[in-house]
């Protein structure tokens, strides 16, 4: 068997070598900045934890190789100018946008895009990071240092976030989980829920979109689609050309998570459609730190990704799963009193959620 490099050695890279094991793949991620340049060999394959990278020799060295996957969508993904080009051209439902030039001014983007209009990096944005909202009531000019930088979003009057993780391999073949519930805070994945039969109606739609999106790019691999739900609409906010933290729960709530299956696609192994057992809910733990009694509460699984402890920062997430949706719910309980109190509202949506099914 080939041995797959993951461009980047975070959390992801890390859950993919984790899946890699039933599979007897090797999987090796890469640290972008590391002295030492991995030794891939001919038939080896190269796949990434992120959709962008700094330009170093390794990074260089990896993305030069014949084994590189999806070579050329991260051009057209990681810029968000090309992104929103690329839905608009597919005819793909995204936030209305403008480009933000050096020349743009705050009357224009208002005119074009209504009073609250949030300016958003091109490149390198994450976890609501790079993000500037925009009021016209505030009378801000657009900041000088997001000139030609960035593009300006339409606010969307979302009723919820729903995203769709999907996957494709080198013969088209295309497999989707259902679509998964999320809470952002200040731009931050907190928690997801899913499946969701009420959300069950617009997977049709979901699946189209993202199917649209994979065929174009040629894509192989895991792939997933972060939208608003208006109303009955589906409005495709990002996309993201790998694993995805609203596909964690696919670790407990599926019989091939997300990891195995972007390991299936892009080393040539059968993909199939995920059989979803009970019902999953994922907290991410967010500037917390580790709890050891967390590893005591039945029905869960917690993935502590060993980085230092900053507010903020994504350091771990907890994969609740259980068939019944009253166990789940008494888990959840128990993980409520061992979390800080600011996560209240974050129990409050999951609880309010569940009792909806
Ligand atoms: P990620 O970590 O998922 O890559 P990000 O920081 O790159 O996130 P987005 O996903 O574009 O940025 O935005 C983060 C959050 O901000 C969204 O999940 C949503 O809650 C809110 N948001 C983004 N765009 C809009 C918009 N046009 N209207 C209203 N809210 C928005
Ligand atoms: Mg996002």
Known sequence: MPTVWVLGAGQLGAMLKQAAYPLALRVEPVEPESEQLPAIKDGDIIT????????????????????????????????????KTMLDTLGINTAPWRSVEVDTQAKSLHAALGPDVLLKRREGGYDGKGQFW????????VPSDWL????????????????????????GNKVFYPLTLNLHRNGILMASVAPLARVDHLQGKAESMLGKIMDAADYIGVMAMECFRVGEELIVNELAPRVHNSGHWTQAGA?????????????????KA??????????????????????KIPSTQCYWYGKDVRPGRKLGHININHPKKSAVQTALNELRNLLPENYGDVFDWVKEELSSL
């Open 255 to 271: 019989c091939v998570s997300q990891f195995e299956m972007h390991l299936r696609a892009v080393s040539g192994l059968p993909i």
């Open 134 to 141: 925009l009021y016209q009531d505030k009378g801000l000019d």
């Open 274 to 295: 995920p059989e979803v057992r009970g019902q999953s809910v994922m907290i991410n733990v967010i500037g917390v730190e580790r709890e050891t009694n967390w590893l």
């Open 148 to 171: 030609g930088t960035g593009i300006a979003e339409k606010k969307i009057p979302f009723n919820e976030e729903l995203s769709l993780v999907g996957a494709r391999d080198k013969d």
């Open 48 to 83: 990434v934890e992120r959709e962008q990278w700094p330009d170093t020799a390794v990074t260089r060295h990896m993305s030069q190789q014949s084994g590189f996957m999806n070579a050329d969508i991260f051009g057209k993904i990681a810029d968000r100018f090309h992104q």
